[in-house]
């Protein structure tokens, strides 16, 4: 079982829906969560970061974070097309490593 | 507040040969990492250096990688020799301070990456 699962997609979106990108994780000790969004040809760049349970509102983004549920989840309000990136849950193991999803593909679509 | 500086950003070599990549964290960073991204999947952490001690290497292939940090501040990676495998993109990272009481101190910033094609 791998430490940090997403879909891979492509999530289609048309332009000014909702996107929503969800990420489960292995390790029931972990306490920091983070969203990363990777242009093609770019390096990760760190939109989001959570720690508590609950949501946290930045701009168009809010992560959703369950412990118990071992779920961590980003929603994209009124997308655009320079949203269209890949998006990486990363996670903080036990062992205080940062371990990452694969990534999800967003596409959105005029 | 300049960010995490690599060079080159790109690099194509045969098998064999040995390549090295140079990285600058942002200033005042005290852990800096190295990561391996290949295509179609998140990075992976070779090696974490707090100040200049190691912290974690244990995903380093060591009988080819070695990276060193000797001063502290900036750190390089050497690959010799390099297989096909190692094709990948080689990012940077560092983060702001060494006490685990504060969560800053996981919010790790990228470097724009050096891309590896081995031939």
């Known amino acids: 079982q791998k430490e940090v699962e997403q879909n891979s997609g492509p999530l289609s979106v048309p332009e000014g829906a909702i996107a929503s990108l969800n990420c489960t994780y292995s390790?029931?000790?972990?306490?920091?969560f983070f969203w990363y969004r990777q242009y093609s040809g770019k390096s990760p760049e760190l939109i989001m970061s959570i720690y508590s349970n609950g949501d946290k509102e930045d701009g168009r983004f809010t992560a959703q974070l369950n412990k118990a549920s071992q779920y961590v989840s980003l929603l994209i309000r009124d997308s655009q097309p320079s949203d269209s990136a890949t998006y990486l849950c990363a996670v903080i193991d036990s062992w205080g490593k940062l371990q990452f999803g694969a990534g999800t593909q967003v596409v959105v679509t005029p | 507040e300049a960010g995490v500086a690599q060079s080159p950003r790109y690099k194509i070599i045969e098998k064999r040969q040995s390549v090295a990549f140079w990285c600058n964290p942002i200033?005042?960073?005290?852990?800096l990492y190295w990561y391996q991204q290949i295509l179609g999947q998140g990075p992976k952490l070779l090696i974490q250096?707090?100040?200049?001690?190691?912290?974690?290497d244990s995903q380093l292939p060591k009988d080819r990688f070695s990276a060193e940090r000797l001063k502290g501040v900036d750190s390089t990676l050497k690959i010799q020799p390099a297989k096909l495998e190692d094709s990948a993109v080689y990012l940077c990272?560092?983060?702001?301070?060494?006490?685990?009481?504060?969560?800053?101190?996981?919010?790790?910033?990228f470097g724009p990456g050096t891309r590896l094609t081995v031939t």
């Open positions: 250096f707090q100040n200049n001690g190691v912290v974690d």
């Open positions: 390790d029931r000790v972990s306490q920091s």
């Open positions: 990272a560092s983060s702001h301070n060494t006490d685990t009481e504060l969560r800053a101190v996981y919010e790790q910033y």
């Open positions: 200033s005042g960073h005290a852990t």
